[in-house]
Protein backbone atom coordinates (compact mmCIF):
# COMPACT_ATOMS: atom_id res chain seq x y z
CA UNK A 1 0.00 0.00 0.00
CA UNK A 2 1.31 3.75 -1.04
CA UNK A 3 -0.55 7.08 -0.60
CA UNK A 4 0.17 7.49 -3.83
CA UNK A 5 -2.24 4.26 -4.83
CA UNK A 6 -5.73 5.22 -6.05
CA UNK A 7 -8.94 4.03 -3.69
CA UNK A 8 -9.59 1.57 -6.56
CA UNK A 9 -6.00 -0.08 -6.65
CA UNK A 10 -6.03 -0.07 -2.63
CA UNK A 11 -8.86 -2.75 -2.67
CA UNK A 12 -8.06 -4.47 -6.35
CA UNK A 13 -7.47 -8.41 -5.85
CA UNK A 14 -5.24 -9.43 -8.79
CA UNK A 15 -5.51 -12.67 -10.34
CA UNK A 16 -2.61 -15.29 -9.63
CA UNK A 17 -1.85 -17.28 -12.92
CA UNK A 18 -0.15 -20.31 -12.77
CA UNK A 19 3.44 -20.39 -11.79
CA UNK A 20 5.88 -20.28 -14.91
CA UNK A 21 9.11 -21.64 -12.53
CA UNK A 22 12.64 -20.93 -13.87
CA UNK A 23 13.66 -24.32 -13.52
CA UNK A 24 14.90 -26.79 -16.05
CA UNK A 25 13.48 -30.33 -16.85
CA UNK A 26 10.60 -29.65 -14.83
CA UNK A 27 7.68 -31.88 -16.36
CA UNK A 28 5.19 -28.80 -16.67
CA UNK A 29 1.33 -29.85 -16.10
CA UNK A 30 0.16 -26.77 -14.46
CA UNK A 31 -1.27 -23.96 -16.57
CA UNK A 32 -2.56 -25.74 -19.53
CA UNK A 33 -0.54 -24.93 -22.27
CA UNK A 34 -0.49 -27.40 -25.64
CA UNK A 35 2.38 -29.83 -25.02
CA UNK A 36 2.64 -30.26 -28.58
CA UNK A 37 3.95 -26.77 -30.04
CA UNK A 38 2.91 -24.45 -32.62
CA UNK A 39 2.85 -25.37 -36.31
CA UNK A 40 6.04 -25.18 -38.21
CA UNK A 41 3.96 -22.62 -40.84
CA UNK A 42 3.23 -20.51 -37.93
CA UNK A 43 7.13 -20.06 -37.17
CA UNK A 44 7.50 -19.25 -40.59
CA UNK A 45 4.75 -16.64 -41.00
CA UNK A 46 6.40 -14.47 -38.10
CA UNK A 47 10.30 -15.04 -39.47
CA UNK A 48 8.75 -13.42 -42.49
CA UNK A 49 7.70 -10.64 -39.97
CA UNK A 50 11.00 -9.80 -38.95
CA UNK A 51 12.08 -7.22 -40.92
CA UNK A 52 12.12 -3.32 -41.11
CA UNK A 53 8.25 -2.96 -41.29
CA UNK A 54 8.90 -3.54 -37.50
CA UNK A 55 8.99 0.48 -37.34
CA UNK A 56 5.72 0.85 -38.38
CA UNK A 57 2.50 0.20 -36.36
CA UNK A 58 0.61 -2.80 -37.16
CA UNK A 59 -2.80 -2.68 -38.63
CA UNK A 60 -5.17 -1.48 -35.55
CA UNK A 61 -7.71 -3.54 -36.90
CA UNK A 62 -6.67 -6.71 -37.52
CA UNK A 63 -8.03 -6.71 -40.50
CA UNK A 64 -6.48 -10.25 -42.68
CA UNK A 65 -6.82 -12.15 -39.46
CA UNK A 66 -10.45 -11.28 -38.73
CA UNK A 67 -10.87 -12.10 -42.31
CA UNK A 68 -9.06 -15.39 -42.34
CA UNK A 69 -11.32 -16.30 -38.57
CA UNK A 70 -14.53 -14.67 -40.40
CA UNK A 71 -13.85 -17.65 -43.12
CA UNK A 72 -13.15 -20.20 -40.79
CA UNK A 73 -15.78 -19.88 -39.02
CA UNK A 74 -18.51 -18.99 -42.05
CA UNK A 75 -19.33 -15.78 -40.20
CA UNK A 76 -18.62 -11.61 -41.99
CA UNK A 77 -15.40 -9.88 -40.60
CA UNK A 78 -17.46 -6.87 -39.01
CA UNK A 79 -18.57 -9.81 -36.06
CA UNK A 80 -14.99 -10.94 -35.02
CA UNK A 81 -12.89 -8.79 -32.12
CA UNK A 82 -9.55 -9.66 -31.29
CA UNK A 83 -7.36 -8.97 -28.55
CA UNK A 84 -4.15 -9.30 -26.68
CA UNK A 85 -5.28 -13.31 -25.64
CA UNK A 86 -9.03 -13.91 -24.39
CA UNK A 87 -7.78 -12.42 -21.08
CA UNK A 88 -8.16 -8.93 -22.91
CA UNK A 89 -11.20 -9.63 -24.53
CA UNK A 90 -12.72 -10.81 -21.48
CA UNK A 91 -11.68 -7.54 -19.50
CA UNK A 92 -13.41 -5.36 -22.34
CA UNK A 93 -16.50 -7.70 -22.30
CA UNK A 94 -16.48 -7.11 -18.99
CA UNK A 95 -16.73 -3.29 -19.25
CA UNK A 96 -18.60 -2.97 -22.32
CA UNK A 97 -21.50 -5.43 -22.21
CA UNK A 98 -22.28 -6.59 -18.93
CA UNK A 99 -24.86 -4.15 -17.32
CA UNK A 100 -23.22 -2.53 -14.42
CA UNK A 101 -25.58 -1.70 -11.82
CA UNK A 102 -26.76 -5.99 -11.70
CA UNK A 103 -25.02 -8.82 -10.74
CA UNK A 104 -23.03 -10.67 -13.13
CA UNK A 105 -23.37 -14.61 -13.55
CA UNK A 106 -20.85 -17.08 -13.27
CA UNK A 107 -20.33 -20.47 -12.05
CA UNK A 108 -19.23 -20.85 -7.93
CA UNK A 109 -16.30 -23.24 -9.61
CA UNK A 110 -14.53 -21.61 -12.33
CA UNK A 111 -12.31 -19.37 -14.36
CA UNK A 112 -10.90 -17.56 -11.44
CA UNK A 113 -10.53 -14.14 -13.72
CA UNK A 114 -14.32 -13.50 -13.92
CA UNK A 115 -14.42 -11.94 -10.18
CA UNK A 116 -11.30 -10.15 -10.26
CA UNK A 117 -12.62 -8.61 -13.70
CA UNK A 118 -15.67 -7.33 -11.06
CA UNK A 119 -13.22 -5.99 -8.85
CA UNK A 120 -11.66 -4.09 -11.16
CA UNK A 121 -14.50 -2.24 -12.67
CA UNK A 122 -16.40 -2.42 -9.17
CA UNK A 123 -19.33 -4.46 -10.43
CA UNK A 124 -20.79 -7.07 -8.51
CA UNK A 125 -20.38 -10.99 -9.08
CA UNK A 126 -22.61 -13.56 -8.43
CA UNK A 127 -21.52 -17.21 -8.39
CA UNK A 128 -23.94 -19.74 -8.97
CA UNK A 129 -23.18 -23.07 -7.45
CA UNK A 130 -22.75 -25.66 -9.89
CA UNK A 131 -24.63 -29.00 -8.96
CA UNK A 132 -23.17 -31.35 -7.12
CA UNK A 133 -21.52 -33.65 -9.74
CA UNK A 134 -19.61 -30.12 -10.74
CA UNK A 135 -22.24 -29.43 -13.83
CA UNK A 136 -23.78 -26.09 -15.15
CA UNK A 137 -27.57 -26.39 -14.62
CA UNK A 138 -29.12 -24.20 -17.29
CA UNK A 139 -32.20 -23.91 -14.85
CA UNK A 140 -30.14 -21.81 -12.47
CA UNK A 141 -29.51 -19.07 -14.81
CA UNK A 142 -32.93 -18.02 -14.70
CA UNK A 143 -32.92 -15.09 -11.93
CA UNK A 144 -32.45 -11.52 -12.64
CA UNK A 145 -28.86 -10.25 -13.62
CA UNK A 146 -26.48 -7.80 -15.29
CA UNK A 147 -25.28 -10.93 -17.84
CA UNK A 148 -23.75 -14.24 -17.70
CA UNK A 149 -20.36 -15.98 -18.25
CA UNK A 150 -19.23 -19.20 -18.02
CA UNK A 151 -16.16 -21.54 -20.18
CA UNK A 152 -17.14 -24.20 -22.12
CA UNK A 153 -15.96 -26.95 -21.34
CA UNK A 154 -15.35 -25.08 -17.99
CA UNK A 155 -12.27 -24.72 -16.05
CA UNK A 156 -11.19 -25.98 -13.49
CA UNK A 157 -13.55 -29.04 -13.67
CA UNK A 158 -13.06 -29.77 -17.31
CA UNK A 159 -17.00 -30.49 -17.46
CA UNK A 160 -18.91 -29.55 -21.04
CA UNK A 161 -21.84 -28.11 -21.67
CA UNK A 162 -23.95 -29.56 -24.38
CA UNK A 163 -25.01 -27.19 -26.51
CA UNK A 164 -28.99 -27.46 -26.38
CA UNK A 165 -28.14 -26.54 -22.88
CA UNK A 166 -26.11 -23.47 -23.73
CA UNK A 167 -28.73 -21.96 -25.87
CA UNK A 168 -31.12 -22.86 -22.98
CA UNK A 169 -29.79 -20.26 -21.10
CA UNK A 170 -28.90 -17.66 -24.25
CA UNK A 171 -32.72 -18.46 -25.00
CA UNK A 172 -33.55 -17.45 -21.01
CA UNK A 173 -31.58 -14.41 -20.95
CA UNK A 174 -32.74 -12.41 -23.85
CA UNK A 175 -31.97 -8.67 -22.61
CA UNK A 176 -28.82 -9.44 -21.56
CA UNK A 177 -25.36 -10.73 -23.25
CA UNK A 178 -24.67 -14.39 -22.58
CA UNK A 179 -20.85 -15.12 -22.52
CA UNK A 180 -19.66 -18.71 -23.72
CA UNK A 181 -15.64 -18.56 -23.14
CA UNK A 182 -14.49 -21.61 -25.80
CA UNK A 183 -10.95 -21.10 -24.53
CA UNK A 184 -11.02 -25.17 -24.66
CA UNK A 185 -13.78 -26.21 -26.96
CA UNK A 186 -11.52 -27.55 -29.49
CA UNK A 187 -10.89 -30.40 -27.36
CA UNK A 188 -13.94 -32.06 -28.09
CA UNK A 189 -16.88 -29.59 -27.35
CA UNK A 190 -18.84 -27.79 -30.15
CA UNK A 191 -18.38 -24.03 -30.50
CA UNK A 192 -21.46 -21.76 -30.01
CA UNK A 193 -20.43 -20.05 -33.06
CA UNK A 194 -22.90 -21.71 -35.04
CA UNK A 195 -25.53 -20.00 -32.95
CA UNK A 196 -24.71 -16.43 -33.19
CA UNK A 197 -26.92 -15.28 -36.13
CA UNK A 198 -29.66 -16.41 -34.19
CA UNK A 199 -29.41 -15.13 -31.16
CA UNK A 200 -28.02 -10.92 -30.69
CA UNK A 201 -27.48 -11.54 -27.34
CA UNK A 202 -25.03 -14.67 -27.79
CA UNK A 203 -21.18 -13.83 -28.06
CA UNK A 204 -18.41 -16.26 -27.74
CA UNK A 205 -14.60 -15.83 -26.76
CA UNK A 206 -11.84 -18.20 -27.91
CA UNK A 207 -8.21 -18.08 -27.45
CA UNK A 208 -5.40 -19.29 -29.81
CA UNK A 209 -3.09 -20.06 -26.10
CA UNK A 210 -4.65 -24.26 -26.32
CA UNK A 211 -5.56 -25.75 -29.21
CA UNK A 212 -3.14 -23.88 -31.45
CA UNK A 213 -0.06 -23.71 -28.79
CA UNK A 214 0.30 -20.21 -28.79
CA UNK A 215 0.27 -18.71 -25.54
CA UNK A 216 3.26 -17.20 -25.80
CA UNK A 217 2.24 -14.83 -28.66
CA UNK A 218 -1.03 -13.67 -27.07
CA UNK A 219 -4.20 -13.85 -29.39
CA UNK A 220 -7.51 -13.79 -28.05
CA UNK A 221 -10.97 -13.68 -29.89
CA UNK A 222 -14.82 -12.88 -29.68
CA UNK A 223 -17.38 -13.54 -32.07
CA UNK A 224 -20.96 -12.68 -31.88
CA UNK A 225 -23.77 -9.67 -33.19
CA UNK A 226 -22.01 -6.93 -35.03
CA UNK A 227 -23.24 -4.25 -32.49
CA UNK A 228 -22.09 -6.47 -29.41
CA UNK A 229 -18.18 -6.25 -31.50
CA UNK A 230 -18.62 -2.78 -32.15
CA UNK A 231 -19.12 -2.53 -28.46
CA UNK A 232 -16.20 -4.32 -28.09
CA UNK A 233 -14.03 -2.02 -30.32
CA UNK A 234 -15.13 1.33 -28.89
CA UNK A 235 -13.81 -0.10 -25.73
CA UNK A 236 -10.51 -1.28 -27.24
CA UNK A 237 -9.97 1.92 -29.41
CA UNK A 238 -10.49 4.07 -25.96
CA UNK A 239 -7.27 1.88 -24.22
CA UNK A 240 -5.49 0.62 -26.67
CA UNK A 241 -5.74 0.55 -30.44
CA UNK A 242 -2.66 -2.20 -31.48
CA UNK A 243 -3.56 -4.50 -28.99
CA UNK A 244 -1.84 -7.13 -31.67
CA UNK A 245 1.29 -6.76 -32.85
CA UNK A 246 2.96 -7.81 -36.29
CA UNK A 247 4.26 -11.29 -35.22
CA UNK A 248 1.16 -11.93 -33.32
CA UNK A 249 -0.97 -11.16 -36.62
CA UNK A 250 0.72 -12.87 -39.04
CA UNK A 251 1.58 -15.91 -36.70
CA UNK A 252 -2.28 -16.49 -35.49
CA UNK A 253 -3.48 -16.36 -39.43
CA UNK A 254 -0.91 -19.09 -40.06
CA UNK A 255 -2.47 -21.07 -37.94
CA UNK A 256 -5.76 -20.90 -38.77
CA UNK A 257 -4.19 -21.74 -42.26
CA UNK A 258 -2.84 -25.26 -40.98
CA UNK A 259 -6.01 -27.09 -40.45
CA UNK A 260 -4.03 -30.60 -40.38
CA UNK A 261 -1.55 -29.26 -37.40
CA UNK A 262 -4.45 -28.63 -35.37
CA UNK A 263 -6.65 -31.47 -35.63
CA UNK A 264 -3.33 -33.38 -34.92
CA UNK A 265 -2.50 -31.61 -31.68
CA UNK A 266 -6.00 -31.58 -30.70
CA UNK A 267 -6.30 -35.21 -31.55
CA UNK A 268 -3.14 -36.04 -29.64
CA UNK A 269 -4.31 -34.04 -26.42
CA UNK A 270 -7.78 -36.26 -26.71
CA UNK A 271 -6.33 -39.47 -27.31
CA UNK A 272 -3.09 -38.83 -24.29
CA UNK A 273 -6.70 -37.36 -21.70
CA UNK A 274 -8.03 -40.17 -22.26
CA UNK A 275 -5.25 -42.66 -21.07
CA UNK A 276 -4.52 -40.76 -18.01
CA UNK A 277 -7.65 -40.72 -17.14
CA UNK A 278 -8.13 -44.34 -17.36
CA UNK A 279 -4.99 -44.39 -15.42
CA UNK A 280 -5.80 -42.19 -12.61
CA UNK A 281 -8.66 -44.15 -12.04
CA UNK A 282 -6.29 -47.05 -11.73
CA UNK A 283 -5.00 -45.25 -8.68
CA UNK A 284 -7.70 -44.45 -7.17
CA UNK A 285 -8.97 -41.66 -8.61
CA UNK A 286 -12.21 -39.69 -9.26
CA UNK A 287 -11.67 -37.72 -12.36
CA UNK A 288 -14.11 -35.72 -14.11
CA UNK A 289 -15.13 -36.43 -17.31
CA UNK A 290 -13.02 -33.92 -19.45
CA UNK A 291 -13.40 -32.27 -22.78
CA UNK A 292 -10.80 -29.88 -21.88
CA UNK A 293 -6.64 -30.65 -22.48
CA UNK A 294 -6.88 -31.00 -18.71
CA UNK A 295 -7.78 -33.31 -16.23
CA UNK A 296 -10.08 -32.29 -12.97
CA UNK A 297 -9.39 -35.71 -10.30
CA UNK A 298 -9.34 -36.43 -6.51
CA UNK A 299 -7.92 -39.14 -4.84
CA UNK A 300 -10.38 -41.11 -2.61
CA UNK A 301 -7.47 -41.09 0.29
CA UNK A 302 -5.16 -38.27 -0.03
CA UNK A 303 -5.24 -34.79 0.38
CA UNK A 304 -4.97 -32.56 -2.80
CA UNK A 305 -2.57 -30.68 -1.35
CA UNK A 306 -0.19 -33.04 -0.20
CA UNK A 307 -0.46 -34.69 -3.85
CA UNK A 308 0.33 -31.46 -5.76
CA UNK A 309 3.25 -31.35 -2.66
CA UNK A 310 4.78 -34.86 -3.07
CA UNK A 311 4.59 -33.94 -7.01
CA UNK A 312 6.74 -30.92 -7.06
CA UNK A 313 9.51 -32.70 -5.10
CA UNK A 314 9.64 -35.06 -8.36
CA UNK A 315 9.86 -32.01 -10.15
CA UNK A 316 6.26 -32.54 -11.29
CA UNK A 317 3.67 -29.39 -11.08
CA UNK A 318 0.24 -29.49 -11.15
CA UNK A 319 -2.92 -26.61 -10.59
CA UNK A 320 -3.92 -27.28 -6.71
CA UNK A 321 -6.60 -24.96 -5.47
CA UNK A 322 -6.88 -24.34 -2.14
CA UNK A 323 -10.69 -22.86 -2.61
CA UNK A 324 -14.10 -24.85 -1.37
CA UNK A 325 -15.59 -27.15 -2.74
CA UNK A 326 -12.32 -28.07 -4.39
CA UNK A 327 -9.28 -28.22 -2.09
CA UNK A 328 -9.08 -31.99 -2.99
CA UNK A 329 -8.52 -31.79 -6.75
CA UNK A 330 -5.83 -31.58 -8.75
CA UNK A 331 -5.81 -29.68 -12.16
CA UNK A 332 -4.04 -31.68 -14.38
CA UNK A 333 -2.68 -30.50 -17.66
CA UNK A 334 -2.36 -33.03 -20.69
CA UNK A 335 1.26 -33.29 -21.70
CA UNK A 336 3.47 -35.40 -24.27
CA UNK A 337 3.30 -38.96 -23.90
CA UNK A 338 6.31 -39.34 -22.08
CA UNK A 339 5.42 -36.06 -19.52
CA UNK A 340 1.81 -37.98 -18.53
CA UNK A 341 4.12 -41.23 -18.01
CA UNK A 342 6.68 -39.20 -15.72
CA UNK A 343 3.02 -37.66 -13.68
CA UNK A 344 1.76 -41.24 -13.17
CA UNK A 345 4.84 -42.81 -12.11
CA UNK A 346 5.27 -39.87 -9.67
CA UNK A 347 1.86 -40.61 -8.47
CA UNK A 348 2.27 -44.12 -8.07
CA UNK A 349 5.35 -43.62 -5.61
CA UNK A 350 3.12 -40.96 -3.53
C1 LIG B 1 -11.44 -20.41 -19.17
C2 LIG B 1 -10.31 -19.57 -19.64
N1 LIG B 1 -10.59 -18.47 -20.34
C3 LIG B 1 -9.62 -17.67 -20.81
C4 LIG B 1 -8.29 -17.96 -20.57
C5 LIG B 1 -7.26 -16.98 -21.06
O1 LIG B 1 -6.52 -17.40 -22.09
P1 LIG B 1 -5.61 -16.42 -22.95
O2 LIG B 1 -5.58 -15.07 -22.27
O3 LIG B 1 -4.27 -17.06 -22.97
O4 LIG B 1 -6.26 -16.34 -24.29
C6 LIG B 1 -7.95 -19.10 -19.86
C7 LIG B 1 -6.53 -19.40 -19.60
O5 LIG B 1 -6.13 -20.30 -18.95
C8 LIG B 1 -8.99 -19.92 -19.37
O6 LIG B 1 -8.71 -21.00 -18.65
Known amino acids: MSKFWSPLVNDLVPYVPGEQPKMA????????????????????????????NLRLYPDPEGEALRQTIADYHKVQPEQVFLGNGSDEVLAHIFY?????????????????FYPVYCGLYNIEGKPVPLTESFEINPEDYRQPNGGVIFPNPNAPTGR????????????ANPDRVVVVDEAYVDFGGESAITLVDKYPNLLVSQTLSKARSLAGLRVGLAI???????????????????????????????????????????????????????????????VLPSKANFVFARHKEQSGEALAKGLREQGIIVRHFNKPRISDFLRITIGTSEQNDALIKGLQSL
Not at 27 to 51: C, D, H
Not at 96 to 106: D, T
Not at 255 to 276: M, Q, S
Open 160 to 171: YLPLEQVEAVVQ
Open 96 to 112: ALFQHGEPILFPDVTYS
Open 25 to 52: NLVKLNTNENPFGPSPKVIEAIQAELND
Open 224 to 286: GHKDLIEALNRVKNSFNSYPLDRLALAGAKAAYEDEAWFRKCCDGVITERERVTEALEGLGFE
